[in-house]
């Protein structure tokens, strides 16, 4: 038995034998707990109430932080007496495929779960989306780390990304997927490529991405296959050739010329155009990069949605976006 195996019937032993391994509402607040967005006191009330299933009753704040702005401050109006919307009369559904040919996909709600890579993120939380994206009949995507086998059960809700490292692309996988992504740029961190931590690369994510363990992982900015337009659609032509059926999306960040880029993708083939602006979340990227580099999306989506109007084709494709808004 190896020393991983010790640790883990060690502390399994311990964990069933009633040792408390978090901090509850019987010690109180530990010293030196949490920060100004995360209290101490928020960080306990989210353990008491995952453990219980119940608000805490004893005042311990556990809706907001200290920060003094941003969601902290963000006050709901009661809406007692408000008319209610009848949910018949409401359609929020988005059509993935406004293309002529090729698969129609449609979903009823216009929001799905971004990439998010094995590694960076955990296979129990991967799992956990796959199953929410199921319930509310929408996809998750892989991110650019892979596709676990376990989150094959849920195949039909996942979309499986193609990013410049090719970490776990495989064609069963692309296969599977309904939509498939390639990542071109991410707005937290345009021109920079990707980069997975060496102390996250463990064994089973080092045989994922088809690495060494506890080495970190650059993804290279830009794809060295594609300098054009016709560059760019060898790459969609490709995936349609593997997989027919599946619809092809395109992560692009938000510079000057997005609407070029755009014009662009919707020639090369795509049918969902994926716009990052900035202030996208993600633990690897620096601050100065998520804050000052990509265009704001709430900026972005109307010069993008304008052009391609003028363009003809804005009733061809659908955009999609993300990245953080700031009011």
Known sequence: MGNLELILEKHTDRIHHGLEVLPTLRRGVPEGLGNKRWTGELILATYEQALTGEIPENGLEYKTGDSGGGFDVLGWKNHEGVAK???DTVDLSVSLNKRHEGRKIEIPLPIYGGGMSFGSISLNFMIARARAARKLETFTS??????PDQIVPYRDHVITQVATGMFGVREETIQYA???EFKYAQGAKPGLGGHLLADKVTSEVAKMRESSMFTSLYSPFPFH???SVEDHKKH????????PR???SVKVSTPTD????????YYAGANIIHIDGGYGGTGAAPEIAKKNIAMPVEYAIPKVHEYLVSEGVRDQITLMASGGIRT
Do not use: F, H, Q, R
Not at 142 to 147: A, I, S
Not at 236 to 243: A, E, H, R, S
Not at 259 to 264: E, L, N, Q, S, T
């Open 85 to 87: 919307v009848d949910e």
């Open 225 to 227: 296959s594609v300098y």
């Open 236 to 243: 969609v032509d490709w995936i349609k050739t593997v997989n």
């Open 178 to 180: 309904p939509i498939v």
């Open 142 to 147: 892989t991110g650019e780390g892979g596709y």
């Open 258 to 265: 997005v609407d070029m880029v755009a014009i662009g993708s």
């Open 246 to 248: 599946a619809l092809v």
